[in-house]
C-alpha cells in the first residue's frame, strides 16, 4: 500500500514548482543579507577608525573624544548616503524576484 504509482509523478512535479517558486525569493534573502552585512561591516570599520583617530589625537582628554565625535558623524553621514544605494539595489533584486515568480 502507500502512496505511489502515478500520484508520485504529481508530488514531484509540485514539490518542483514549489521549489521553482521559492529560488527567486531565496536568492532576495540571501542578496540582502549580504548587502546588510557589507554595510554592518563598514559602520564597524568606521567606528575603529574613529577609535584609532581619537587615541592617536594630541593632547588625549577633551581634544581625543572631539576627534573621535567628530570622525564618527563624518562617517555616519556617508554611511546614510549609501543607504539610497543599498535601497535601489534591494529593489532591483526584488524586482527580479517578483517577475521570476510571475513566469
Known sequence: GGAGGAGGGTAREAEGCI??????????AQASQ???QR????VTRCQQTCQDKALNAAGGGDAARAVGEACIVT????????????????????KQAAAAQAR
Do not use: M
Open 75 to 94: 562617517c555616519f553621514e556617508d554611511f546614510t548616503k549609501g543607504l539610497a544605494g543599498l535601497e535601489a539595489r534591494l529593489a532591483d533584486v526584488a
Open 39 to 42: 554595510f554592518q561591516e563598514g
Open 34 to 36: 549580504g548587502e546588510i
Open 19 to 28: 521549489q521553482g517558486c521559492q529560488r527567486p525569493w531565496a536568492a532576495l
